[in-house]
């Protein structure tokens, strides 16, 4: 399973961004999908994920209300809309993907892009 992030970038504070992953090779076992992510010292942080087959989505507090995931099943792509975003929300973002139950543990992900930075401006 390939991962493809793309859509990160710079944007002012109260703006907004999509990120998209595009996800290809033998992805018929997979079903939860999430977006992660991680500052230069950090650890990998848990931003929200989506069940591939039943659609259900889960997001962290800092996030709710402000970011939302979707899937495209026929794309075979997700994305995550990012509103209103923070300077807090600078960071690089994650797409991974695994087998099974959507998780929150990043550990618990089989498959990961290779990640886009975003950045917000004050």
Not at 12 to 33: E, K, V, Y
Not at 53 to 65: H, I, L, N
Not at 86 to 102: F, H, L, S
Request: with cysteine.
């Amino acid at each position: 399973v390939q991962l493809v992030e793309s859509g990160g970038g710079l944007v002012q504070a109260g703006g907004s961004l999509r990120l998209s992953c595009a996800a290809s090779g033998s992805i018929f076992s997979i079903n939860a999908m999430g977006w992660y992510r991680q500052a230069p010292g950090k650890e990998r942080e848990f931003v929200a994920a989506v069940s591939w087959s039943g659609g259900a989505t889960y997001y962290a507090d800092s996030v709710k209300g402000r970011f939302t995931i979707s899937r495209d099943n026929a794309k075979n792509t997700v994305y995550l809309q990012m509103n209103i975003v923070t300077p807090e929300d600078t960071d690089v973002y994650y797409c991974a993907a695994k087998v099974g139950a959507v998780v929150i543990q990043p550990q618990l992900y089989t498959y990961w892009g290779q990640g886009t930075q975003v950045t917000v401006s004050s």
